[in-house]
């Protein structure tokens, strides 16, 4: 069984369409991958309000150091955070697959 991390922009979006962009992920993984399991990662966190935004970073790039493959969701390149995420990945060897590889 493979770790599934899923990158996707978060800010402005609420918890319902966050959880609907994980659930494509995991969807679409599943039909690129046919004979494989994933595991998903927890990659989005419940902090107090004003939390610090780089709180978040270490969560998800410490969550990113388990992961086997990095899913990289619609708009990925457009939020600071995915884009440090991917170069994390990239860096350390991880698997990226992206929604839209055209990007």
Same mark, same amino acid.
């Given at each position: 069984?493979?770790?599934?991390?899923?990158?996707?922009? $978060?800010?402005? !979006?609420?918890?319902? #369409?966050?959880? =609907? *962009?994980? %659930?494509?992920?995991?969807?679409? $993984?599943?039909? !690129?991958?046919?004979? #494989?399991?994933? =595991? *998903?990662? %927890?990659?989005?966190?419940?902090?107090?309000?004003?939390?610090?935004?780089?709180?978040?970073m270490?969560?998800?790039?410490?969550?990113?150091?388990?992961?086997?493959?990095?899913?990289?969701?619609?708009?990925?390149?457009?939020?600071?955070?995915?884009?440090?995420e991917?170069?994390?990945?990239?860096?350390?060897?991880?698997?990226?697959?992206?929604?839209?590889?055209?990007?």
């Open positions: 069984m493979k770790k599934l991390f899923v990158s996707c922009p $978060m800010n402005g !979006k609420t918890f319902e #369409e966050i959880v =609907e *962009v994980r %659930k494509e992920a995991i969807k679409l $993984m599943k039909e !690129k991958f046919p004979n #494989e399991e994933f =595991e *998903v990662l %927890k990659t989005f966190f419940d902090f107090e309000e004003g939390t610090h935004p780089l709180k978040y270490a969560e998800s790039i410490r969550m990113l150091a388990d992961a086997d493959v990095a899913y990289f969701a619609n708009d990925w390149h457009k939020a600071r955070g995915c884009k440090i991917r170069e994390c990945a990239s860096a350390y060897g991880i698997q990226i697959i992206d929604e839209y590889p055209e990007v």
